[in-house]
């Protein structure tokens, strides 16, 4: 798993720093939310290219 998250990051940082072409912008999003069950935070990041929509995200 952690080597997926890794690696992931590895591509994201490849495509924004424009090795392969124009540079892409990634995206990093946060959320904390608290209820009942306590609190939740969540931590994303991603890349749009074209199309194709990459993400990796973790749940605390």
Excluded: K, Q
């Excluded at 090795?19 to 990041?45: L, M």
């Excluded at 929509?53 to 749940?59: A, E, H, K, P, T």
């Amino acid at each position: 798993m952690m080597r997926a998250i890794l690696v992931g990051l590895g591509l994201m940082a490849l495509l924004g720093c424009g090795v392969d072409g124009e540079p892409v912008r990634p995206s990093v999003n946060t959320t904390v939310s608290a209820g009942s069950g306590g609190v939740h935070t969540r931590v994303g990041t991603g890349v749009r290219v074209g199309g194709v929509n990459l993400g990796v995200g973790l749940g605390l």
